[in-house]
């Protein structure tokens, strides 16, 4: 079976603290993408990366950063977690083979910012 | 730019009922594609179907089946004789290869099936 795994299901962090969020994909993806998600606001794009080292901005990426040193890990970075980042992050990879494949998710991590 | 509108925010029904989900978009694009994901309360969201713009055939799988309406801009899905495991949160989505391998989301409907 093909699997995202998110390293943690709940995360409770202090303001001002650094967040480090990990995911890892073993299904050899080329594109891999950082969510969040809001009551109401469904799943908003925060970072996406298509290749090794290579990271594009989506939709709300103020306050965040990633990392993607290896094809198969993609971390999304909080430099100084505040109140308004506590939310569902989801991750997600998919092939670059067929345009606009489906999209594997992780379970989510559930990050509380007190 | 994308838009994805799920008007319906949650749904409540009684086992073997038959439930629909509404989801509109905007896009200027001629090409497009669209998907329905489920995601249970184990948190992970899980492919239902995609569709491309070019193909308006209506879709059915099992309980599930799906009417595209590019004269109105709909994707709507529907439930037959719902089941309490299709207790989720149902999103739909929308991407434009024009704009990368990109989803946009709908804010999703949360459908609670009861016994």
């Known amino acids: 079976d093909v699997k995202v795994t998110q390293s943690s299901r709940y995360l409770v962090k202090r303001t001002g603290e650094k967040v480090f969020l990990e995911c890892v994909q073993d299904?050899?993806?080329?594109?891999m993408f950082w969510y969040r998600q809001d009551p109401g606001l469904g799943l908003r794009l925060i970072y996406f990366?298509?290749?090794?080292?290579?990271?594009e901005k989506g939709d709300i990426p103020e306050g965040y950063s990633v990392s993607r040193e290896k094809k198969e890990r993609f971390s999304l970075i909080l430099e100084s977690a505040s109140t308004n980042q506590t939310s569902m992050y989801l991750c997600?990879?998919?092939?670059?083979?067929?345009?606009?494949?489906?999209?594997?998710f992780g379970s989510g991590t559930q990050l509380s910012v007190l | 730019a994308q838009k994805v509108t799920q008007a319906q925010t949650e749904i409540s029904v009684v086992e073997k009922e038959d439930v629909t989900l509404d989801c509109v978009y905007e896009?200027?694009?001629?090409?497009?594609?669209l998907f329905w994901y489920k995601q249970p309360p184990s948190g992970e969201l899980v492919f239902l179907i995609r569709?491309?713009?070019?193909?308006?055939q209506n879709e059915i799988s099992g309980r599930y089946s799906w009417n595209f309406q590019k004269s109105t801009s709909s994707f709507n899905f529907t439930i037959t004789a719902s089941q309490v495991v299709d207790s989720a949160v149902y999103f739909c989505?929308?991407?434009?290869?024009?704009?990368?391998?990109?989803?946009?989301f709908g804010g999703g409907t949360r459908v609670l099936v009861k016994p």
């Open positions: 299904m050899d993806h080329e594109n």
């Open positions: 569709r491309n713009s070019f193909d308006e």
């Open positions: 990366s298509y290749d090794v080292k290579m990271k």
């Open positions: 997600a990879s998919s092939t670059s083979g067929v345009a606009n494949e489906k999209l594997f």
């Open positions: 896009t200027r694009d001629t090409t497009y594609y």
């Open positions: 989505a929308l991407s434009e290869p024009a704009a990368g391998n990109k989803l946009t």
